[in-house]
């Protein structure tokens, strides 16, 4: 029943390929879903580039029709329908081209904002695997900038498509005004047709590495400020800066590569296009001393010979479109993690019941839960320790289907997690994690944000019980302070997530890490808060990522995770007497000592007892661990 997610896999080149091998396919899908949105906008676009092309290729010959009409007669009457012919034809041309224009700018506009939010949902979707190919710098610029590029492209296909009927029109126009002068240009399409190839292919090999070496940048960029103040505290701004910028020279050497391609093409465009604009003067000149063509047919020739070698126009929309498949490829990563799935059906009435069968993760190539089998029984408060990377912030993520586990299941109330629709599953279960991000504007946004906002009555008794109240009445707006103008704690912060878990029902709360920046007397506030009915409800299932002992030891079960697997289980008194456990809490990576109750020297003692990996132990939860968890006061003030 539980969805599976694929081990991460490093492509040969992760800007232009997918994991299959298959060079932007999802992108190139993704390309053709952005045609299909925008189809009625992109007809209209090639058909105003289409008319517009149609009135420049009869412009030449009605300019021809009315010179050697001015000339036989300047005075007739047909002479100044002729002139009135040229003026209307050239004030529609304007007219088309600003036309062309403005709804160009209106499809790219509307495209780039479709992509952007298909690009956003699925990542947003993917959730915690959207991460795994591609750094966070890397994953904005591909769904920010290279989203702007390839949304162009179903506008600059519609652009590029009539752009070639100005050449092929302007060399059939010369076709029907001599034959001999098509045949003269004809002679000269060979080498227009070498410079357009190797124009294609060096820009599109050239465009990819430059895009690669922005998204480099960005990813590194981020990661630099996600940590300014340990690089500043270290002291190696200037090792940092060189790190950031490593990829500086290769992104020069594309934009220069870039910039050649185009001068190069230029250059033999400006060499090749005037000598086959003058090899058709020249004919027509011929023509002309011979009594074949007129003086104004000799004009419009001149002027077809320009709009057949309108290389210049075609070269750019071709620019365009190159562009804008080489962006869309690199969305070939964003859109190899699958979404998250999710079921139609809701949760029946339960007491939040949590069960994990043989849960297994892979993160890296690396199995990080090995076949955990747990039983949680509603309302009771679990505690996962173990040293770092032991799994325990991956089995946090599984339990609420954060993440998908790669075999085994998830039970919530004896039903699949992935069975449940998206809005039960978030109701059932909410989240306080280590470093929270402060989402929704306002201090009570952040509080109210949740699958339904909750009211400001709520948001303010939810803040109490994790004791922010106190702190955020002290800001200039209370709770209508802006969370960019609210100078915050490290523990402030995490009390204002445990507020916004608090503030939302639910059956299942796992709290990742949450409360390892409080001071001591706060946490037990908290956790007396967790143990009772929060906010009036019933009491929930608590799942509790601990690195401090106190913690696990008012949990009613602690599970102790070694290396993804369950190592041993049972209430923290009895897990006490192990050295191995005892020495979890004294590991470097704690962040806190322990505040733990004296137990008896077994350090000759066994390491570990027998126990089954399995924790279906009801009578292990008969009556809370009073002597270690005392029950909530009623009403806790924060301090």
């Keep these: 029943m539980a969805s599976s997610i694929p081990a991460d896999t490093t492509a040969a080149d992760p800007a232009t390929t997918t994991p299959d091998g298959s060079a932007g396919r999802p992108g190139e899908r993704l390309l053709r879903g952005a045609l299909r949105h925008s189809a009625g906008r992109v007809v209209a676009v090639f058909w105003f580039t289409t008319a517009s ?16 009409v001015l000339l036989a007669d300047p005075h007739g009457a047909e002479a100044r329908r002729w002139v009135l012919a040229s003026a209307g034809l050239t004030c529609l041309l304007v007219v088309l081209d600003a036309l062309d224009s403005l709804l160009t700018g209106t499809a790219n506009a509307r495209s780039i904002a479709w992509l952007r939010r298909r690009l956003l949902r699925h ?10 190919r591609t750094a966070a710098g890397d994953l904005v610029t591909r769904l920010v900038g290279n989203a702007a590029q390839a949304g162009t492209a179903p506008t600059a296909l519609a652009s590029a498509l009539a752009a070639v009927i ?34 294609v292919r060096d820009t599109t090999d050239s465009v990819a590495r430059y895009q690669h070496s922005q998204g480099e940048i960005a990813g590194r960029l981020v990661e630099a ?57 020249a004919v027509a000149g011929l023509r002309l001393t011979a009594g074949e063509l007129s003086v104004g047919s000799l004009l419009a020739a001149a002027r077809y010979a320009v709009l057949a070698t309108g290389i210049g126009m075609l070269v750019g929309h071709l620019n365009g479109l190159v562009r804008s498949r080489t962006a869309a490829r690199r969305f070939a990563p964003v859109l190899a993690e699958p979404a998250t799935a999710y079921g139609t059906r809701s949760l029946p009435p339960g007491d939040g019941t949590l069960e994990l069968r043989g849960a297994r993760a892979v993160r890296g190539g690396r199995e990080v839960l090995c076949g955990v089998d747990l039983v949680v029984p509603g309302g009771r408060c679990l505690a996962v320790v173990g040293r770092s990377g032991s799994g ?41 994690f280590e470093r929270p991000a402060l989402l929704g504007g306002t201090i009570g946004g952040t509080i109210a944000l949740g699958p339904a906002p909750s009211p400001p009555g709520r948001v303010v008794e939810a803040a ?19 969370v960019a103008d609210a100078p915050l704690s490290g523990g402030e ?54 690195h401090r002992a106190a913690t696990a030891a008012r949990a009613d079960l602690v599970v102790w995770l070694e290396d993804g697997r369950v190592r041993a289980a049972g209430r923290h008194a009895e897990l006490w007497a192990l050295d191995g456990y005892r020495a979890v809490f004294a590991a ?52």
Excluded at 53 to 68: E, H, I, N, S
Excluded at 475 to 480: R, S, T, W
């Design 53 to 68: 092309a149609a009135v420049g290729l009869a412009l030449p010959a009605v300019l021809g029709r009315t010179l050697d």
């Design 123 to 132: 990542t947003l979707s993917a959730g915690t695997r959207a991460g795994r």
């Design 166 to 199: 100005t050449p092929v029109g302007g060399l059939v126009a010369l076709a029907l005004i001599d034959p001999w002068l098509a045949l003269a240009f004809v002679l000269g399409l060979p080498l227009l047709a070498v410079l357009l190839r190797s124009f």
């Design 225 to 281: 400020l996600g940590g300014a103040r340990t690089i500043a505290a270290a002291g190696t701004g200037g090792r940092e800066r060189a790190r950031v910028l490593a990829p500086l020279p290769e992104l020069s050497r594309q934009g220069h590569r870039m910039w050649r391609v185009q001068g190069r093409s230029a250059a033999w465009a400006a060499a090749i296009v005037p000598l086959l604009q003058i090899a058709v003067v």
């Design 392 to 432: 325990k912030s991956t089995l946090a993520a599984i339990a609420g289907r954060l993440a998908d586990p790669d075999g085994g299941e998830v039970l919530l109330d004896g039903v699949p997690l992935p069975e449940l629709t998206h809005d039960a599953l978030r109701r059932a279960i909410g989240y306080a």
């Design 464 to 482: 109490r019980a994790a004791c922010a109240d106190d702190f955020v009445r002290l800001l200039p707006d209370g709770y209508e302070t802006p």
């Design 493 to 546: 912060t995490q009390r204002l997530g445990l507020a916004r878990a608090f503030a939302h029902e639910g059956r299942v709360l796992i709290l990742d890490d949450a409360t390892s920046s409080l001071d001591t007397v706060t946490e037990l506030r908290v956790t007396r808060a967790l143990a009772g009915r929060l906010l009036g409800a019933r009491p929930r299932t608590r799942v509790i990522v601990a």
């Design 588 to 639: 470097p990576d704690v962040p806190d000592g322990p505040d733990v109750p004296d137990g008896p020297d077994v350090s000759d003692g066994p390491d570990v007892p027998e126990r089954p990996n399995v924790l279906d132990v009801p009578d292990a939860f008969d009556e809370p661990n009073r002597s270690e968890a005392p029950q909530a006061d009623g009403g806790v003030q924060g301090g």
